[in-house]
């Protein structure tokens, strides 16, 4: 059973427009959540994250929100760019010793020119 | 900067091979993970490790078994290669004490088994 879902498995956004990438997870004891970006041939790399105890976070032209009555959050990327053209996974952590994160399947997101 | 690395960038064997893929770390992480990824899957967990020589099963740990006899150094086995674990394969680390969870990967092995 997926405990973190990522709905949609591709996006297009035209360069310039806002792109939202969404994320479910059903465990209501995750306290922390990551957005990691990859590209082909690459390990994943950390975008950034948030606490449950925050509903935003934001970095630079990337924020993350949390809704955790509705247990979703979203990263928005503001403007897009060409380089942004990757695939995001969403990752949710219990409050273990181990940082054992669990992982969504991902979206890609293509930038159009 | 962390920096993980892996033995290979891309590795084919042979079906019934004994295979090794090997991972370092730089940053005296105490704990490293081993994944695997594929279309559609994402990335699931085959095994981590919190200490040296210890370890614990993921998510898929059939087929595969691991080793870590010193803190930087985690090696996956996979003591009998098949084709179904053809896979792009990355390796992890994070520190505890950070408080964040993150987890620093290498830039995986892609492994073709034929």
């Known amino acids: 059973d997926q405990q973190v879902k990522q709905n949609s498995p591709s996006l297009s956004v035209q360069e310039g427009r806002i792109s939202i990438l969404n994320c479910d997870y059903t465990?209501?004891?995750?306290?922390?959540f990551l957005w990691y970006k990859k590209y082909p041939a690459e390990g994943p790399t950390f975008l950034i994250s948030?606490?449950?105890?925050?509903d935003k976070n934001e970095d630079g032209r990337f924020t993350v929100f949390l809704n955790k009555s509705a247990k979703h959050l979203s990263l928005h990327i503001v403007p897009s760019q060409p380089g942004d053209s990757a695939v995001y996974f969403c990752?949710?952590?219990?409050?273990?010793?181990?940082?054992?994160?669990?992982f969504g399947k991902g979206t890609r997101l293509h930038i159009l020119p | 900067d962390v920096k993980v690395t892996q033995s290979s960038r891309y590795l084919v064997k042979r079906t019934g091979e004994k295979v090794f893929l090997e991972c370092v770390q730089d940053?005296?992480?105490?704990?490293m993970f081993w994944y695997r990824q594929d279309p559609g899957l994402g990335l699931r967990l085959i095994y981590f490790?919190?200490?040296?020589?210890?370890?614990e099963k993921g998510d898929i740990p059939e087929g595969y078994s691991v080793s870590r006899e010193k803190k930087e150094r985690f090696s996956l086995i996979l003591e009998s290669a098949s084709t179904n674990q053809t896979s792009m394969y990355l390796c992890?680390?994070?520190?505890?004490?950070?408080?964040?969870?993150?987890?620093?990967f290498g830039p995986g092995t892609r492994l073709t088994v034929t």
């Open positions: 948030i606490s449950s105890i925050k």
């Open positions: 990752a949710a952590s219990p409050t273990t010793r181990d940082d054992k994160i669990i």
């Open positions: 992890a680390s994070s520190l505890p004490a950070a408080g964040t969870y993150e987890q620093y």
């Open positions: 490790s919190y200490d040296v020589k210890m370890k």
């Open positions: 465990n209501s004891m995750f306290d922390y």
């Open positions: 940053m005296d992480h105490e704990n």
